[in-house]
């Protein structure tokens, strides 16, 4: 309400790190039992602006206040003492305790000296029953799903009395019914005054999540949407400061030769389940499917990771039979993982020593790495990628999720290959970045490769595909053209309904 003192008040925040300038005078308003969503490209400050209320950095300028006043937080202990808790994407939990245990780690109550097992369990019961999580409080957290860990970490926010929670992407490793099902957890603590601060790139959620949307762009404010005035496009243009209409433009290259074909392919997952098709020199060919189709794990076959146990592969009409990753990478085809920083990069390396590494065997002299060779192809890749890196040595971790991909994308391409194979090629990064994908995908089909993608993104399947392929339980349920792509069809195939697709 208009006329009421925000819960939270975040004035003229600046932030710097050494040669890049995080936050500038950044405003940001909370209301109590308030659903209010941070969107931005990134490396727009999103992340920096949480860990600062979070307690994990502190601002260099600025105030924060709550209830009207001014408070230093100067540590994650701080943060929780006044009621603000951060659930980070790639959630903090020990598998190998139970519920209880991770719900009450570092807060553990004590009796007469004794850790307090009872209270620990009664109390965490109550706060499961809160989130809707209907598992016994001594369940390991090893056995539970992503979904349902996701609502233990809210469970543990709520143990600490939060009045603020924020949510970094809950939803990038969420199946559509566990990303509906925290929606109503979402709803329910709303509905009980605590106050939400929900960061994601899938503008749908934020849509229809959102009482208010406050867009920041180059760490400074760029907006506030409110109500009816948050829609799709208008959050776009405050994020990248253009239009979306050019967004999915594509321009479809007549296909060539068959480059990939496969024939009755058997892949180790599903190995009941045969799968032919093919893609032509050109073609930029989507697979769709709900979580658990075998989409990734088909990828993982042509590229040699989990070789097939049965069928047949050839690349532009030899056989593929890769038994290892570096088969596959001789033989033309590359892939770049789903997650990308446990199987595409090596973090503690820089960009030029990422950006090489693929070319490592060819581009030796006598044995040694060719550094100055090295350094050229970093450079090269940068500019082509339009990678945001102060330099080639600035190691990888600390780029944005945007540019991270980006330097996965360069070291294959440096390799010239003729099937380029990508598995959620825009998960988790922004806007800005997601188009610079698209038009690479583009150009190097207009060159004549062969790509193949993988997307859970539905928008992304039915903008870029020149066909799509659905998968449901490891088969391959139906094939759609573009002018055959749809939203009800690419659904009805994926849940195995192929009479009313």
Do not use: C
């Amino acid at each position: 309400m208009p006329d009421a003192q925000p819960l939270l008040k975040i004035s003229a925040i600046g932030k710097q790190f050494p040669g890049v300038r995080a936050l500038h005078d950044v405003d940001l308003t909370l209301n109590q039992g308030e659903v209010l969503s941070l969107v931005g490209e990134n490396g727009a400050g999103k992340s920096t602006m949480m860990k600062i209320l979070a307690g994990v950095h502190t601002p260099d300028e600025g105030t924060i206040e709550l209830d009207g006043r001014a408070v230093q937080i100067g540590s994650v202990r701080e943060a929780q003492k006044h009621g603000i808790a951060l659930i980070h994407q790639e959630l903090n939990l020990s598998d190998n305790l139970d519920i209880a245990a991770n719900i009450f780690l570092g807060n553990e109550p004590h009796k007469f000296g004794v850790l307090d097992r009872k209270r620990i369990h009664e109390e965490s019961a109550g706060y499961l029953k809160r989130v809707g999580l209907g598992f016994p409080t001594d369940t390991l957290v090893a056995d539970l799903t992503i979904g349902h860990q996701q609502l233990v970490e809210i469970s543990k926010a709520l143990s600490v009395d939060a009045r603020i929670i924020i949510m970094d992407e809950p939803t990038s490793s969420l199946s559509q019914k566990e990303s509906e099902n925290l929606f109503e957890v979402i709803r329910d603590l709303k509905s009980q005054g605590i106050a939400i601060i929900y960061i994601s790139h899938r503008l749908g959620e934020v849509m229809e999540l959102s009482d208010r949307v406050a867009v920041l762009r180059d760490g400074e404010n760029a907006g506030e949407l409110v109500g009816d005035e948050i829609t799709h496009d208008a959050m776009v243009k405050l994020m990248v400061g253009r239009d979306l209409s050019q967004f999915y433009n594509r321009t479809a290259t007549p296909p060539g030769e068959v480059v990939l074909e496969l024939d009755r392919l058997r892949t180790p997952v599903h190995p009941g389940d045969e799968i032919s098709f093919s893609v032509r020199s050109g073609e930029i060919v989507g697979i769709a499917g709900l979580v658990g189709a075998g989409r990734t794990e088909l990828l993982q076959t042509i590229f040699g990771v989990t070789p097939a146990v049965g069928g047949t592969m050839k690349l532009e009409g030899r056989e593929l039979n890769p038994k290892t990753s570096m088969e596959a990478i001789d033989s033309g085809v590359v892939l770049a993982p789903e997650d990308r920083k446990r199987h595409g990069l090596v973090l503690e390396m820089s960009v030029r020593e990422n950006t090489s590494l693929a070319r490592l065997r060819q581009d030796q002299k006598v044995g040694m790495i060719d550094f100055r060779g090295e350094a050229e192809l970093a450079e090269k890749t940068i500019k082509k990628m339009n990678v945001k890196t102060p330099h080639a040595e600035q190691i990888v971790q600390y780029l944005s999720g945007g540019n991270q991909q980006k330097v996965v994308l360069g070291k294959w391409l440096a390799m010239n290959p003729r099937l380029l194979l990508l598995d959620e090629p825009t998960r988790g990064i922004d806007i800005g970045s997601k188009q610079e994908i698209y038009r690479l995908m583009e150009e190097l089909a207009a060159s004549g490769v062969a790509v193949l993608f993988v997307s859970s993104e539905m928008e992304e399947v039915l903008g870029m595909a020149d066909r799509a392929l659905i998968m449901h339980e490891g088969a391959i349920t139906g094939e759609l053209s573009r002018d055959q792509l749809s939203e009800e069809a690419i659904i009805q195939l994926a849940t195995g309904n192929q009479a009313a697709a």
